[in-house]
């Protein structure tokens, strides 16, 4: 029982914000499935807490790329309705930041979860700038 929490604390220090939010609550019990990793999790059932956890993480990951994404394209719309064109060099311009690849983001939330976790603000504003290929 200690050892799972330490573990999960380990792997996801902030669960407890994440299981305590509603929107994780609503997620859950949207899904059969996600119910019975939850009952598990909360028996301490170490691997369905990483995976339920772990899946709500990349949900949100994908979520905010897609809103940066829509919000781009919104943008792009509204400009060349006013007549303007949109530079991809415009103030928004990412130069001097980093750009990430897809699979080494991957291979690093497989290989080091912990290093992840610490990038993790980096991470999704790589991919909120479109700066992750």
Known sequence: MQVTTQRLKEAHPDYL???????????????????????????????????????????????????????????REQAMKAGKGVSRTSSESTSGKKIYRRADLIRLKTNDPQRYEDLQDEILAAYAEGRVK
Request: net charge negative; aromatic share 8%.
């Open 17 to 75: 914000e994440i299981v305590g939010d509603s929107k994780f609550q609503e997620w859950v019990q949207g899904s059969p499935i996600r119910k019975q990793l939850f009952v598990a999790a909360h028996n301490y059932n170490l691997d369905s807490a990483l995976e339920l956890i772990g899946n709500w993480k990349e949900r949100a990951l994908i979520s905010n790329t897609s809103e940066a994404e829509a919000n781009k394209v919104a943008e």
